[in-house]
């Protein structure tokens, strides 16, 4: 089946450790997205990924880097976690800009000690 | 992006219809109406859009008012697979970001 693949599920690292959270897709969409959600909150977008072109929104720390060397692939960087950076990261997809439906994975749940 | 406002959380009985209220009184006219539904421990997963006519689909009906102020979420027949945090959002057509609000916490009842 074509899906949204986040691997780990879990990922623990220590305060100031960088850390790099995968995301890959088979669903050969054009859009990738970086959301970060924490506990009890609605998910937030982070950046995403029109093709090549790179998106960062407005208020997303420079603590978080993504890079997309591929269709397939989006990497999350968080260059030096500190504990307000524990959360759930999902990674969704969209087919082109404007599409109407996006496809989340599973999330990856970061624990930063 | 204009906002939208839903209760809560909302609790029903298996196999009972479950409607589930969106205010978006400050709508324009290019929004569509998205929902979107977390279930626990998982990512969020499409559920249906609008823009002004009500919409069916094989998960559930997207009934909206005339005004399109608000629109309703009805799952014909609640399962407890349907437990889930349901997201109303609304998009431009130009746009492809979505931003999630509070959401309303459903939870159904054997």
């Known amino acids: 089946d074509a899906m949204v693949i986040q691997n780990p599920r879990y990922q623990v690292t220590q305060f100031g450790k960088p850390v790099t959270l995968s995301c890959s897709q088979t669903?050969?969409?054009?859009?990738m997205y970086w959301y970060q959600q924490k506990s009890s909150q609605a998910p937030k977008l982070l950046f995403h990924?029109?093709?090549?072109?790179?998106?960062n929104e407005a208020d997303t720390p420079d603590n978080f880097q993504s890079r997309r060397p591929n269709t397939s692939f989006c990497f999350l960087d968080i260059r030096s976690p500190g504990l307000g950076d524990a959360a759930m990261y999902l990674c969704?997809?969209?087919?082109?800009?404007?599409?109407?439906?996006?496809?989340f994975g599973p999330g990856t749940r970061l624990t930063v000690l | 992006d204009a906002k939208t406002t839903q209760p809560n959380s909302m609790e029903s009985n298996e196999e009972e219809p479950v409607h589930l209220p969106c205010n978006h009184s400050t709508i324009s006219g290019t929004d569509y109406i998205h929902w979107y539904r977390q279930l626990p421990s998982q990512g969020p997963e499409y559920v249906i859009h609008g823009l002004t006519s009500n919409v069916n689909n094989r998960m559930a009906s997207l009934a909206i008012a005339e005004d399109r102020k608000s629109s309703t979420l009805i799952l014909h027949r609640a399962t407890l697979r349907d437990a889930a945090v349901y997201y109303c959002i609304l998009r431009g057509n130009a746009g492809n970001m979505l931003t999630f609000g509070g959401g309303t916490r459903l939870m159904v009842k054997p």
């Open positions: 990924y029109y093709d090549k072109d790179f998106n």
């Open positions: 669903l050969n969409h054009n859009v």
């Open positions: 969704a997809t969209s087919r082109v800009r404007g599409f109407n439906e996006q496809f």
